[in-house]
């Protein structure tokens, strides 16, 4: 009777407990997605402070993606060894330290270090939070878990990140508030450290539903395990499939789509950033439904088919239809960022091609993957900008037109064709892992 008065007066616990431990995983995910977005609102700033054109504002924001991207394989196996508490807690103080040096060098160099230090413990998280998922909740909810998570980081950080960063870079200029967020790191570690555990320790509490994985023992069964997984070429096509279906944050919502807007449609500073963080609304959105209508559905492929071809047709009336009305723009875009949401399946997908040991392994590959979208074709962009522009400078900002602008954002629909069309050729995982199939 005594034992059963605990069970029930401990419940409450049993399911809050993991919700928060997890929520803060996401906390670190918005935060960090916060860092990668804030060369966006401060692009004219950085080209006047550093005196630099395009391609080295491409390559500001390619250093977090030189370091975020081959660090994912290194991250994954060492959280399936070690577990998420320690690593999250270090990397969130990385991110912050990175910030810091950032705001504070005359030195586009020493930005670039900055920006690659915010990358290496920016690496951290999204494969932190979900493997957080792995251990703490449900396993058959964890396509909608990745899409929430996902979801999360895109409303907090950039979308809600967006808008407070504008107001903030205007009212404050943009070094203090980089400072602002360095300290804000400082605090989110603090707290991680003291709540996060990397499995239940209190056997007198009913975890058994939630916590449904175990640590493998030694780096070399982690190793071995993981060698398996790398040879899936499943895995491989499933990165690439979501390394396309992400171009649009990385080359466009996250980099360029400010100037782009200005530029193209003559949006003002505060209009651009309000489109910005439509399309992160939309993505926000698009994350949850696709992740809920895969799971109901149990179909993986369809929804990521379905998502690269409506996200290809909304960007391309975008790019290429003239004189669209704004609230139009807006609306199309919100719908392009819901579309293209169909990318956060790629992780469910990843997971289910795996084996449990290494489930954060196979996320970390995975986003690897995905990641090389950031690090190859966001300064592609910058690039293509600067072997077109036309050599007009105004008070030592590059400036680049609308055809400008249109010829280098081509690659947008490209990729989200290619992605659904990769995606037709993956194995069918019908939302089971491995385990289970």
């Known amino acids: 009777m005594a034992d059963q008065m605990t069970q029930k007066r401990s419940s409450p616990w049993v399911w809050a407990f993991p919700i928060l431990v997890c ?3 996401a906390a670190f995910y918005a935060y960090e997605y916060l860092l990668r977005i804030t060369p966006n609102v401060i692009y004219a700033d950085l080209l006047r402070y550093f005196g630099i054109s395009a391609t080295g504002y491409g390559f500001i924001n390619a250093f977090y993606y030189y370091a975020y991207t ?3 394989l290194p991250v994954g196996m060492l959280m399936d060894r070690y577990g998420p508490r320690r690593l999250l807690t270090l990397a969130c103080l990385a991110c912050a330290l990175g910030t810091y040096i950032f705001a504070s060098t005359t030195r586009w160099e020493v930005a670039l270090f900055a920006r690659f230090l915010v990358g290496f413990g920016s690496a951290f998280a999204f494969v932190g939070v979900l493997k957080l998922a792995t251990i703490w909740l449900p396993s058959n909810k964890f396509g909608l878990v990745a899409g929430m998570a996902s979801s999360f980081g895109t409303l907090v950080g950039a979308f809600l990140g967006e808008l407070v960063l504008e107001h903030l870079v205007s009212v404050l200029h ?12 400082v605090v989110l ?3 991680m450290a003291l709540v996060i555990r990397d499995k239940p320790k209190d056997s007198s509490r009913n975890y058994s539903h939630y916590a449904s994985e175990q640590q493998p023992e030694t780096m070399a069964e982690v190793m071995k395990h ?3 997984l790398l040879k899936n070429k499943f895995i491989w096509l499933n990165g690439m499939v979501g390394c396309l279906l992400y171009l649009p944050s990385s080359g466009f919502a996250e980099n360029w789509e400010r100037p782009y807007l200005m530029a193209a449609h003559g949006f003002s500073s505060q209009q651009a950033s309000n489109a910005v963080s439509t399309v992160f609304l939309g993505f926000t959105l698009g994350g949850v439904l696709f992740g809920y209508v895969s799971d109901k ?3 993986r492929k369809l929804p990521m088919v379905f998502g690269g071809v409506i996200a290809a047709i909304l960007i391309s009336i975008v790019l290429y239809v003239p004189a669209l009305p704004t609230t139009l723009i807006f609306i199309l875009l919100f719908l392009f960022g819901v ?5 956060v399946l790629v992780f469910p997908v990843g997971r289910e091609l795996s084996s449990k040991k290494v489930s954060a392994t196979a996320v970390a590959v995975t986003n690897m993957l995905v990641m090389v979208s950031g690090s190859l074709l966001t300064p592609l962009v910058g690039i293509i900008l600067d072997h077109l522009w036309n050599g007009i400078i105004i008070n030592n900002e590059h400036v680049y037109t609308a055809s400008n602008f ?5 690659m947008l629909p490209i990729a989200c064709i290619g992605a659904a069309f990769l995606a037709t050729f993956l194995r069918e995982t019908y939302g089971k892992p491995l385990e289970e199939s």
């Open 297 to 299: 559905i149990a179909r």
């Open 174 to 185: 943009w070094r203090p508030t980089l400072f602002i967020s360095a300290l804000a790191g």
């Open 406 to 410: 249109t010829a280098a954002l081509t």
């Open 23 to 25: 929520s803060l995983g």
């Open 226 to 228: 993981s060698m398996v």
């Open 189 to 191: 570690a603090v707290i």
């Open 70 to 72: 081959p660090m994912q």
């Open 339 to 343: 579309s293209y949401g169909a990318e």
